[in-house]
Structure formats: structure tokens, C-alpha cells
């Protein structure tokens, strides 16, 4: 059988010896590691906000040259660079720990800054992922970063890129949108891009497990509705506002209490992996919208890998909130949430 093609991605320091440097910048203590009182949104004295402005404040004027810009930069071919998302990309051209443009200093506090944006319980599977999405390299031999604005100021926002992973931390510099803009999360588990049957491997999967059970409690009607012939294209993350009432899938307006609390379960399996500011900021947006009742549940028959009516590619989508979960040929998650839809993806 021909390998089920990608085009999305087509185009250093280990784990062991990053915990066992004590990042210098908080008296020793990794930024990480600082507690915080209070939970949403991110504010500029977050953590891992905490953390880039003194990765911002250690680099020199070369260094910055290279890997700053200002807030609303934008190239011809990528458009507004601080909004970009993809499935497979460098943002800027140095990687974290795969050459010596970064002290081991530096390297070590993108390393708190990464930390620090991920739930705890899910930080072993981020490294996981990234190795096995990097043919078995260590964590920063092909990722890359971006600073845009002034850290500490109201407009900054620190991006980390590389493939399978898209993330950010800005202090809610844009407070309308979680996460700072559209994140991207995958992985592929195996040597080869193509996954069999249920993605052994996948840390991801489970996710798409959860949405599936939910599936399986859906009446024929209801069936009929989640089910659509074939997926939009997987960057397709752009809000649709009021017209979400005329999208394709089920309406969750029309499930019943007991599925909307199985939705309420995989809406809080989507979330887990990051930060707990960035879990709360998640769900405030999709209050202001109206919440899970205002959204939509997809489920793409074009895409199911083993035909067995598990399916690997599906949506959950609201006015200002788009969750789209693609599986074949294995796991991208494109995540765009904002508590309006006027928010804008790529300008």
C-alpha cells in the first residue's frame, strides 16, 4: 500500500541534562517551578512570561537581530509572522540547542519557557513527541523561536515552532484570544508518516478516542448529522461567527444531557495538555460565546484509516472556537479559540 501522503510536513541538549541545570535567572529556581496564585489568563508576571523577558533581556544585540521583531511584522510570503501557524516550520532560522547561537543559558530558559506552557502530567509526552517527530533527536535540535514586541511591555509575544508543535506565550498582550493565537499540535509515532488502525503510540490519540465515545452515544439521527463526506482542508481554522448556526454537524444545542456531559469530558481531554491559565482562558472564550451549546460536532467519513467507522479526522467548532483534530495519515491538531469571532487568523 502507497504511504498516505503529508503534504503539511512535507517541506543539542537532552532532557536528563536541562533538568539537571538550575535556571540562574530566579536565584537558582527554574522559572518553571514558580508558583502562581491565581489561574486565568496569563498576565506578563506568568512563569513562562517571566521567563522571556529574561531570555529577551540576555540576548545581544546580534542575537536580537536575528530573532526579534517588532509586534506586527509581517513578510510577504507568511504574512503576519506573529500569527502564522503550520504544521512543520521554523520560525526563525537558529534552532534552540542544535548549533551555538544560544548561550546554554539561553537554551535552558526557552527550555523553563516551554515547560512552564505545558500541564505537568503532559510533559514527558511532549518530549516524547518531539522525538519521535525528530528522528530521535533531543528536545531543541530543530525548534525555533521568535520574540515580537518587548517583553515586560503590553505588546510582546514569544512563539516556539517546530514540526508537530506551535506554541506561544504573550501575557494576554492579546486578550482576546487564548493562547495567545492559533497553536498547533501532532504527532506521528512511528518511523513511518502513515498510522494503522487506533495510532499506537500517539499521545493524542486518546483525545480522539474521547470524541469517538461520544460518537458511539449518538442516535441515527444524530449520526447522520455529525457525519460529513468529506474534511475541509486541515488549516482551515478561520471563525465563522453567527453562520456557525448553518455549518455542517450536529448541533451540541441538540444532544442530549447526557452527551453534552461526555462533550464536556473531551472538551477538558482537548485542553489538558497545556498550561492551567491557558485551560481557563480556553473556557472563558468559549463562555463568551456562548459555550459547548453554540458549538458543532463533525466527524469526516472520507478519512477513516481502517474503515471501521472509528474515526480518525474530526471538529469541534463554535463561533469563535475551532478544535480540528485530523488523524490520516496521523494526529494534526490545529486550535484557533478567541472570545469573538471579528478575531483575525493570518492578516
Given at each position: 500500500?502507497?504511504?498516505?501522503?503529508c503534504?503539511?510536513?512535507?517541506?543539542?541538549?537532552?532532557?536528563?541534562?536541562?533538568?539537571?541545570?538550575?535556571?540562574?535567572?530566579?536565584?537558582?529556581?527554574?522559572?518553571?517551578?514558580?508558583?502562581?496564585?491565581?489561574?486565568?489568563?496569563?498576565?506578563?508576571?506568568?512563569?513562562?512570561?517571566?521567563?522571556?523577558?529574561?531570555?529577551?533581556?540576555?540576548?545581544?544585540?546580534?542575537?536580537?537581530?536575528?530573532?526579534?521583531?517588532?509586534?506586527?511584522?509581517?513578510e510577504?510570503?507568511r504574512?503576519l509572522?506573529r500569527?502564522?501557524?503550520?504544521?512543520?516550520?521554523?520560525?526563525?532560522?537558529?534552532?534552540?540547542?542544535?548549533?551555538?547561537?544560544?548561550?546554554?543559558?539561553?537554551?535552558?530558559?526557552?527550555?523553563?519557557?516551554?515547560?512552564?506552557?505545558?500541564?505537568?502530567?503532559?510533559?514527558?509526552?511532549f518530549?516524547?513527541?518531539?522525538?519521535?517527530?525528530s528522528d530521535?533527536?533531543?528536545?531543541?535540535?530543530?525548534?525555533s523561536?521568535?520574540?515580537?514586541?518587548?517583553?515586560?511591555?503590553?505588546?510582546?509575544?514569544?512563539?516556539?515552532?517546530?514540526?508537530h508543535?506551535?506554541?506561544r506565550?504573550d501575557?494576554?498582550?492579546?486578550?482576546?484570544?487564548?493562547?495567545?493565537?492559533?497553536?498547533?499540535?501532532?504527532?506521528?509515532?512511528?518511523?513511518?508518516?502513515?498510522?494503522?488502525?487506533?495510532?499506537?503510540?500517539?499521545?493524542?490519540?486518546?483525545?480522539?478516542?474521547?470524541?469517538?465515545?461520544?460518537?458511539?452515544?449518538?442516535?441515527?439521527?444524530?449520526?447522520?448529522?455529525?457525519?460529513?463526506?468529506?474534511?475541509?482542508?486541515?488549516?482551515?481554522?478561520?471563525?465563522?461567527?453567527?453562520?456557525?448556526?448553518?455549518?455542517?454537524?450536529?448541533?451540541?444545542s441538540?444532544?442530549?444531557?447526557?452527551?453534552?456531559?461526555?462533550m464536556?469530558?473531551?472538551?477538558?481531554?482537548?485542553?489538558?495538555?497545556?498550561?492551567?491559565?491557558?485551560?481557563?482562558?480556553?473556557?472563558?472564550?468559549?463562555?463568551?460565546?456562548?459555550?459547548?451549546?453554540?458549538?458543532?460536532?463533525?466527524?469526516?467519513?472520507?478519512?477513516?484509516?481502517?474503515?471501521?467507522?472509528?474515526?480518525?479526522?474530526?471538529?469541534?467548532?463554535?463561533?469563535?472556537?475551532?478544535?480540528?483534530?485530523r488523524?490520516?495519515?496521523?494526529?494534526?491538531?490545529?486550535?484557533?479559540?478567541?472570545?469573538?469571532?471579528?478575531?483575525?487568523?493570518?492578516?
Amino acid at each position: 500500500m502507497a504511504e498516505r501522503e503529508c503534504p503539511e510536513c512535507t517541506p543539542g541538549v537532552d532532557r536528563r541534562g536541562f533538568l539537571a541545570t538550575a535556571a540562574a535567572v530566579a536565584g537558582g529556581v527554574p522559572l518553571f517551578a514558580t508558583a502562581k496564585a491565581s489561574a486565568a489568563p496569563p498576565t506578563k508576571t506568568s512563569a513562562p512570561e517571566t521567563a522571556v523577558k529574561a531570555l529577551y533581556d540576555s540576548l545581544t544585540a546580534d542575537q536580537k537581530k536575528i530573532v526579534c521583531f517588532p509586534w506586527d511584522h509581517t513578510e510577504k510570503d507568511r504574512g503576519l509572522l506573529r500569527t502564522r501557524v503550520s504544521a512543520n516550520w521554523q520560525i526563525t532560522k537558529p534552532t534552540i540547542t542544535g548549533g551555538d547561537f544560544y548561550t546554554k543559558k539561553q537554551q535552558t530558559i526557552v527550555h523553563d519557557i516551554f515547560k512552564g506552557l505545558t500541564n505537568p502530567d503532559w510533559y514527558d509526552r511532549f518530549l516524547k513527541q518531539l522525538k519521535d517527530d525528530s528522528d530521535g533527536k533531543p528536545w531543541g535540535a530543530l525548534q525555533s523561536i521568535a520574540v515580537f514586541g518587548e517583553p515586560g511591555t503590553d505588546k510582546f509575544e514569544f512563539v516556539l515552532t517546530g514540526r508537530h508543535q506551535t506554541l506561544r506565550a504573550d501575557g494576554n498582550c492579546e486578550p482576546h484570544v487564548a493562547f495567545g493565537g492559533p497553536v498547533f499540535y501532532g504527532h506521528s509515532a512511528g518511523e513511518n508518516t502513515d498510522q494503522p488502525q487506533n495510532h499506537p503510540g500517539n499521545v493524542f490519540w486518546p483525545q480522539a478516542q474521547a470524541a469517538n465515545k461520544v460518537y458511539q452515544m449518538l442516535s441515527e439521527k444524530q449520526r447522520k448529522a455529525a457525519l460529513i463526506a468529506k474534511a475541509p482542508k486541515e488549516s482551515a481554522v478561520g471563525f465563522r461567527g453567527e453562520k456557525i448556526a448553518e455549518a455542517p454537524g450536529l448541533a451540541l444545542s441538540d444532544m442530549t444531557k447526557d452527551q453534552v456531559a461526555e462533550m464536556e469530558k473531551v472538551l477538558a481531554c482537548l485542553i489538558e495538555p497545556f498550561r492551567v491559565e491557558d485551560r481557563d482562558e480556553v473556557t472563558d472564550c468559549l463562555k463568551a460565546q456562548g459555550g459547548l451549546s453554540k458549538c458543532r460536532l463533525s466527524f469526516y467519513e472520507d478519512a477513516d484509516i481502517a474503515k471501521d467507522q472509528v474515526w480518525d479526522n474530526w471538529r469541534l467548532e463554535g463561533p469563535a472556537f475551532v478544535w480540528y483534530f485530523r488523524g490520516d495519515p496521523h494526529v494534526h491538531v490545529w486550535v484557533h479559540v478567541a472570545d469573538s469571532p471579528e478575531v483575525k487568523l493570518n492578516s
